[in-house]
């Protein structure tokens, strides 16, 4: 505004010459305006995206699930507690790792059916206490239970007092079976307490570093290897084992999800993409995330069909629809808060994530109803390609309205600095 006083003051009172006046005019139009079309993500009075600060007990949420009254559970980034967040009451609730289990915390969490909390455990960095075993907690009785992982088949010595099976990302089947994957002994477990214990099933690829795991509709179990550029496929029923190659090299893949479809959807951080595997033909499809290095770190499918995933670096929740093939990201109000893990609530229709940065310690929430009505009044062009072993299906989006925005300001910004050198040129003759 005091821009446009001063111009208006120097170039609009009492001038016939109408060139500084009109252009003038223009920018202070443009200056004022913004850029067309504005932020796709922008928040308003009403919002896509919600968050709740985390009290200062309990430090960033990290690994995040959703249970079916709604109740949202995390583990924390850098203590000993599991967390519960009631969204109707607003209200946290810390329950501590018993203190005789050592100096380690709560690392990759997931729900039982019947709503018991499993998780994996990774020690502090001055510590050498295990972490070969799995940990559950009871919501209705608020004690935990901890079982020692010993594979007998492994090369190594088991301690005195703890297990050698290190467990990482896991997930609970419908049957109550918990299954886990273990990087360090390149294997995918089944734990039953109280029935067959633990079972170990080798990865065919060596130092595959598995990552990601999912189960689809007829039980089997999905995950990715990160040091291998493959989709696994595991078959409890022949204990037979599928491996396929991602066409892309050194793509990093990360975590994955499973749709109603029995598609099969994973993000490659180091290719900024979202991919998706057709199990029937055995093919793949990718899609370049409109963001540039946003690190793409989390996915999920919603009941719906949509696909929603994080971008670490981004600082985003995007989403994609594959009826469409079109993208839309929705920008993190907190600056820099490195968005960790997601779950989805299906019956309420709401996304939760965590913003894991020290800074921004939060707990955000996406309102799936807003974000769809959103992205149905997005305009986004979208170009697919089919993919091969040596092109892969990538989809390209359009000219932003930032980028429209930003030229007219620079063309707006040119033409007054040029009629106004050209008026002083005159007034000097």
Known sequence: MRICRILRRHFFAARTDPGPWAAGLLFCILLLAGPLGGQADAQTTDPVIQEFV???????PHSIAVGPSGNVWFAEKVGKNIVMFDP?????EAHPLPSDWGNVGPSRITLAP???VWFSVRRWANSDDGTG?????????GSFKRYLLADMDAVREIGANQGNVSPDDLVVDRKGLVWFLSPKENKIYSFEPGGSG???YPIPTLHSYPKGI????SDAIWFA????????????ASTAFSEYEIPTRFANPETLTVDGAGRVWFVELRTNRLSVFYPKGERFYEALIPTAGGLPNAIAASGSGEIWFLEYMGNKVGIFDPASAQFKEFDIPTYASLPGDMAIDDKRDRLWFSETGTEAKRLGVLSMTKARAAMAAATVDVKTTAASDSIPEEYSTSLTGYAVAALLIVSGASLFAVLFIFRRWRTGQ
């Open 133 to 141: 075993f799995l940990g559950q907690f009871d919501p209705a009785t």
């Open 114 to 116: 019947g709503g018991s």
């Open 88 to 92: 109707e009451r607003k209200t946290f």
């Open 214 to 217: 999912a189960i689809d509709g």
């Open 198 to 200: 633990l079972q170990g």
């Open 54 to 60: 985390v009290p200062d007990a309990i430090s960033s």
């Open 225 to 236: 290897e990160a040091n291998a550029n493959k989709i696994g496929k595991f078959v409890p």
